[in-house]
């Protein structure tokens, strides 16, 4: 089973990327975040003629919005809803074949870093608070079948940044969020896939700033995007990728897609 995640930054302005990496790639499931569109509006139709028939939405008008989209039957879905917000950022799936699966789209946070002046790094801060508790509730689930993926925006590693020391004060990067992800993972004794088959001595991001003139040539990146599996899923991940390249493509979302392939 082959999951992708991918923060499109509009599936619509860019629908002909999300089915150029689809036909290219072929997934079984790719979940999207940052889809801006209203449910009604989801290019779904499109996506159903790739093949991806099994479609699961949560969106909202201009902003956030989730989407996991599947050639593969659900057996349920759902969402939840976090810090009393109807911000769309949640969206989850159990498969026929046993599989849970959890799409997060957790807030930026502002440039701020200090709860105190800026209510969006507070925000955020609380949502990953309350993703600790979503699933530190679960014990006995942990030898289950469970992957998270999305747009986590913290990059949790000195290596996840291209400059550990001139990001520690910068939001996705400073101690506070890393620590609170990291209390979000150990809750759960999540696994963080890519940094399975890339050691922690090596670079790797998914993100580059639409602020760089050239960002291929800066490379001034940030890992914000993650799989992770449950320790019933320990040693599952055959494959893993993410596709630089495809923030090379025009009008390309500043992030790019990750995706792992496993085992089941």
Known sequence: MKIATWNINSVRLRLNLVTRFLRAHQPDVLCLQETKVIDGLFPARRLRELGYVHQAIHGQKGYHGVAILSRMPFARTESKRFCGKLDCRHLAAVFENGLELHNFYVPAGGDIPDPRANAKFAHKLDFLREMSACFESRPADRQNPLV???????????????????????VSHTPVEVELLNRAKAAFDWIDVTR??????????SWWSYRAQDWGASDRGRRLDHIWVSPGLKGAATSHAILKSVRGWKRASDHVPVMAEFQL
Do not use: C
């Open 148 to 170: 998270l993926v999305g747009d986590l925006n913290v990059a949790p590693f000195p290596n996840d940044v291209w400059s550990h020391k001139q990001l520690l004060n910068v």
């Open 196 to 205: 399975e088959f890339i050691p922690h001595e090596e670079k790797i991001y």
